[in-house]
């Protein structure tokens, strides 16, 4: 008897956590003037709502029907085509004095990885909160007429869409220019 007693309080045990993976809820719903039904979990003032008690079971934890993700091929190329580039300043050196009588700053960068022959991109020089447009190819960049003492360089890479795929970290040079003495 003692054993026929214990099955039925683990029958019990099972019913009730069955139950209590079931809950309840209501939906309320309604139709607009273009015939569009919608559904909401609470009642939308100023709408005339009819409700529906629904029973919810808990999915089990591994879906055995997953929906599959919609996938567009052109988004996936994209993701693939993006690459990480890195820009660096090779010259001048940060805090290096320049001296140039005519203001000319001649900057040289380094990209890796390379460019592909058809990546329509721009390079940029700024100096200071002037940008400067840069020989993309060669990475080589240079900025006229600039007057003597400290100024911030850094250079960028831009796709067609102005968004910066690559940045060098900001380098402070200082451009020195002889005064003559009249």
Not at 14 to 25: C, Q
Not at 36 to 49: E, I, L, N, Q, Y
Not at 52 to 62: E, L, R, V
Not at 173 to 179: A, K, P, R
């Amino acid at each position: 008897m003692k054993k026929l007693s214990g099955i039925i309080g683990l029958a019990f045990a099972f019913t009730g956590a069955a139950h209590a993976a079931t809950e309840s809820a209501t939906v309320y719903y309604w139709t607009d003037a273009n015939g569009v039904m919608h559904f909401s979990d609470t009642p939308v003032a100023g709408r005339t709502m009819q409700t529906k008690q629904i029973d919810i079971a808990n999915p089990p934890a591994i879906n055995p029907n997953p929906v599959p993700q919609a996938s567009d091929t052109n988004t996936q190329a994209n993701q693939q085509a993006v690459i990480a580039y890195s820009l660096s300043i090779t010259s001048p050196l940060a805090e290096e004095t320049i001296r140039s009588n005519e203001g000319k700053i001649r900057v040289q960068s380094q990209l890796s990885p390379a460019l592909p022959d058809n990546e329509p991109v721009n390079l940029f020089l700024n100096v200071d909160s002037t940008r400067y447009p840069c020989n993309t190819a060669a990475l080589s960049c240079q900025a006229d007429n600039i007057v003597r003492g400290a100024h911030q360089l850094k250079t960028e890479l831009v796709d067609q869409s102005g968004k910066i795929l690559a940045s060098s970290e900001s380098i402070t040079i200082y451009l020195h220019q002889t005064i003559v003495a009249k």
